[in-house]
């Protein structure tokens, strides 16, 4: 009997595949999950606006607008007269002029007999000397007959006239000047020409008469007087 020999290279070499092969599919294969896809949804808010600022705003803050006060004919119905106005500081006044008739007493050289003045205004300095308060400027000029039981003459003055005003109701005033006369011959025929000061007041009444007037009084040396005045 021939015996065929087989060599021992082939028989390992098979071997090895068949134990690789073991190995292989005695592992467990672990199936790793596809990475979820992350899909953003659009934004639903609303873009933030821009906001610019001036320089000054980032100091401090601007200061509240100044009210100015209420004219007396906004004034609404059942508030009172010159309700949103302080006193000395009501709105100036508009008019240019003044005329006034004002009798009384006048006075010369201690002698009292009756004087009727009239009076003629023009306003120089809208805002006066204060500048804080309700205040302006007029030049006047005064004149008129004075008689007495022993003469008569005439009186008259050239003054400044400062008028300041309270409310809407009171303006006082204060004048200084030249004031003179000049008298018939039973009372010394003689001319004089003095300083002059004197105060007084004026009450508007044109709330109550619709007509741009008021009453005055003054008080100096030469006349105490009460009359009327008007605005022009």
Known sequence: MTSTRVGSGPVLSFLALASLASIVAATPVRAEAP????????????????????????VSAAPAAAQSPKSPATIAAGEPYGAGYEDWKWPLAEHEWTAAVIPGVGIINNSAGFALQGAI?????HQGFAP???????VEVQAGPYTTGG???????THLRWD????????FYALGGLGGNVTSERLGDQFQL??????????DIERQTGVPIGIRGEFSRELIGIGVQFRI
């Not at 804080?132 to 007029?138: L, W």
């Not at 003095?194 to 007084?200: D, S």
């Open 121 to 125: 205004a023009r306003k120089i300095m």
């Open 194 to 203: 003095l300083p002059r000061f004197g105060v007084g007041g004026v009450l």
């Open 35 to 58: 990475a979820a896809r992350v899909v953003e949804a659009p934004s639903t808010l609303v873009p933030s606006r821009r906001v610019q600022r001036s320089p000054s705003a980032t």
């Open 151 to 157: 003469g008569s003459a005439l009186l008259f003055s």
């Open 164 to 171: 300041l005003t309270l409310n809407g109701d009171w303006t």
């Open 132 to 138: 804080d308060m309700n205040n302006q400027v007029f």
